[in-house]
């Protein structure tokens, strides 16, 4: 693809040598003459001038240079947009592999890609040009909408229903029973998970995230959303639309998470803990059950607490050695004064603060 026709599809103004080809994307400092990078902020100047990039996609400020550069207010997003034009999605056959079990009363839609030993039970309804990937289960009743696609080993359970254009990642499991017990004369009992899920348009899934059914009515993700790998969600947890979860990250039944909120990686969220719209939860914070999260609040560490609060409390934890020292040095000047005046300083054992 040439630098002119590139410029044309993204609608970003230009300069340089229009009819360069560009094969490919990389790093600054590994990008050859090739090859389009990005330069997104201005700490990154200096590197940019010694990369051997053919074409940039930088800031409008960024200072003219000989090369072919590509001018917009957000170049990290413009390169997004330039690796899927530079790297399509590889075309997938379409129809049924000879080795795929597909259970009568089961609805393709057209132009549908089932791969070898997927096995998709009775009544499910895939929709137009989705790709159901080797080895996946799809269970009975299903509903999969139109342009989803399932990586190979993907696990779903009945009473899901998943939307348009949705991307799920291998191993990840959906609708599999919520962790719920009732304990009965000293014995943990199953309480019945009877509930489903319901997944919206553009929600990506990561490598073994699972995702459980509701013990009553359903466990919902909303539009937009993305979850990295290793993401757990119980049992009737709400998640508005397009909020970020990152790996390894879990929310306990009941939890709600509203529109836009951010959250960090290894998060743990107790149970019915309410997380408002546009909220950013730190990467290893510790949400208790019940707990509120404000609107638009960073919270972090474990309890979750307010940032500025978070950083306040580090600071003194770092300032302890410091008064550690200071409190040594007041206690030998008490002991040297005392000696003086020939008193006896009393320091009760417990908070000797000679004592290491």
């Known amino acids: 693809m040439r630098v002119r026709e590139l410029a044309e599809q993204l609608k970003l103004e230009f300069e340089g040598n229009e009819d360069l080809g560009i094969t490919g994307a990389a790093d600054l400092e590994g990008a050859n003459p090739s090859e389009l990078a990005f330069v997104g902020a201005r700490k990154y100047w200096k590197t940019a001038e010694a990369s051997g990039a053919g074409c940039l996609i930088v800031t409008l400020d960024f200072p003219a240079s000989g090369r072919a550069l590509l001018r917009t207010q957000d170049p990290r997003a413009a390169f997004a947009a330039a690796l899927s034009l530079l790297y399509p999605d590889p075309t997938r056959p379409v129809g049924v592999h000879p080795t795929a079990v597909i259970a009568n009363g089961v609805k393709l839609g057209a132009n549908v890609h089932v791969g070898p030993h997927a096995c998709i039970e009775t009544g499910a309804d895939i929709g137009d040009n989705s790709s159901i990937g080797a080895g996946c289960v799809i269970a009975a009743g299903v509903s999969i909408g139109s ?97 970020v979860i990152a790996a390894q990250t879990g929310l306990s039944g009941g939890v709600t998470v509203g529109n836009g909120a951010i959250i960090g990686g290894q998060v743990g969220i107790g149970d019915k803990a309410r997380i408002e719209s546009g909220a950013v939860l730190g990467s290893g914070c510790g949400v208790l059950t019940s707990k509120i999260v404000r609107a638009g609040q960073p919270v972090w560490g474990t309890p979750a607490r307010p940032l500025r609060e978070y950083l306040e409390q580090l600071a003194h934890v770092a300032r302890l050695p410091l008064m550690k020292e200071e409190l040594h040095q007041t206690h030998r000047q008490l002991t040297h004064l005392a000696e003086q005046l020939g008193l006896q300083l009393t320091v009760p054992a417990t908070t000797d603060p000679t004592t290491e």
């Open 147 to 243: 342009g989803t696609m399932l990586h190979p080993r993907v696990t779903i359970y009945s009473g899901v229903t998943i939307g348009r254009g949705v991307i799920v990642h291998s191993g990840a499991v959906l609708g599999a029973d919520g962790f719920g017990f009732v304990p009965v004369q000293g014995v943990w009992q199953k309480f019945p998970q009877v509930g489903g899920v319901q997944i919206g348009d553009d929600v990506e899934i990561g490598a073994n995230t699972c995702i459980d059914r509701a013990a009553l009515g359903l466990t919902v993700i909303g539009n937009g959303v993305k979850l990295d790998n290793m993401v757990h969600i119980a049992h009737n947890c709400k998640i508005g639309d397009h909020v």
